[in-house]
């Protein structure tokens, strides 16, 4: 363990930590349109971002993501904002850690990285170089506002997660990846649940934790954290799922899961061997609070199989890499909710 990795400095003091909820579902409801970029509101809003982390470190994350998620040009350039790229993430690191730094405890500030959008060569026009240029630009905006880590998230490419990995590397800050495994137990670009521990191999420097992340619904996520823990027991493995299962209401998004469920599926990664546990799309303070409480009341028990997570959490909605073709007959179809 080194000086510069605060993961394994407070995973060694509480044992499982407890990373933040969902950053797009909470500013809508506190007020970002539809369209907007959230990245701008670091600077036409901070109180809101400043509320948003001080609700989620209230409620007892370990961990808060800086609200940085399309930080990259290519996102940005979507909302004429590309020539921000510094200033913007900056901005949303300081907010951040003017939180972390007045809860009193030891809260990690990680710096969000989002996938890029665009398409690497030979499927897209991006080149590998071009990625890493546009991670590094990000990642030294969020380094310069104090994050402590590179937290790439919801990544589908193999070749984007290593191009963040590396400007990570360049840049001077130890970082963190995680896929989204929402194509039959895959990502949307092929990659297994058991593979991701590989993609930045011979690399200078490895990632502090890998994982999943959003995804499809909270079930999925925990069959794929199986294949995880599976293939690399000892690794910090970070799952972040969905609360519950997202449906349609109309024209609105709703999640299905509740603080209850949020709280079993919280147990649930824990005995499945996540070291890294939170929530994504969906996830509120109270469902957050209601996982803290999960957390500190939970002894690790015995490993659960995927019938045991369908059992407590409800139906998958892929059939996972774990499941097999078992996993087709569990592919229920929802019950309409009333």
């Known amino acids: 363990m080194t000086a510069n990795n605060p993961i394994d400095a407070l995973i060694a003091e509480k044992g499982v930590l407890l990373a933040d909820g969902a950053t ?9 349109e539809a369209g907007e970029a959230p990245e701008l509101l670091n600077e036409t809003a901070p109180d809101t971002v400043t509320k948003l982390h001080q609700n989620f470190v209230d409620a007892g994350a ?6 940085s998620f399309g930080g990259t040009r290519h996102r ?12 913007l993430n900056k901005r949303a690191a300081e907010i951040a850690r003017s939180v972390a730094d007045k809860a009193g405890r030891k809260v990690i500030v990680a710096g969000s990285v989002g996938p890029t959008g665009e ?10 170089e071009d990625a890493v240029d546009a991670f590094a630009e990000q990642i030294e905006g969020l380094k310069a506002g104090g994050a402590e880590v590179a ?3 919801t990544m589908s490419a193999p070749d984007e997660i290593r191009a963040a990995a590396e400007a990570a590397i360049r840049v001077g800050l130890p970082y963190t990846y995680t896929g989204s495994f ?43 954290l199986l294949d ?33 469920l949020m709280a079993d599926y919280v147990r649930l990664a824990v005995d499945a061997g996540a070291k890294i546990v939170g929530g994504c799309c969906g996830t509120t303070f109270a469902h957050l609070a209601a996982m803290r409480k999960a957390l500190d009341g939970h002894t690790k028990s015995s490993r659960p199989t995927v019938e045991t997570i369908v059992e407590r959490i409800g139906p998958m909605r892929n059939k996972t890499a774990s499941a097999g073709e078992a996993g087709e007959g569990r592919r229920e179809r929802r019950r309409s909710r009333a």
């Open 62 to 67: 370990d961990i808060i993501l800086t609200n």
């Open 24 to 32: 797009g579902t909470n500013l809508f409801a506190m007020g970002l």
């Open 76 to 87: 940005l350039k979507l909302h004429h904002a590309q020539d921000r790229v510094g200033e």
């Open 228 to 260: 995880m823990t599976d293939a690399k027991p000892e690794a910090t493995v970070i799952v972040k799922g969905n609360c519950g299962i997202p449906e349609f209401r109309g024209s609105e998004i709703h999640y299905s899961g509740t603080p209850e």
């Open 151 to 153: 937290w790439i998230e």
């Open 182 to 224: 929402d194509t039959a137990g895959r990502t949307m670009m092929g990659l297994l649940p058991k593979d991701i521990h590989g993609v930045t191999d011979g690399l200078s420097q490895a990632p502090l934790g890998v994982g999943a992340n959003c995804g499809v619904g909270a079930a999925d996520i925990l069959s794929s």
């Open 119 to 128: 398409l690497l060569a030979p499927l897209g026009a991006m080149t590998y």
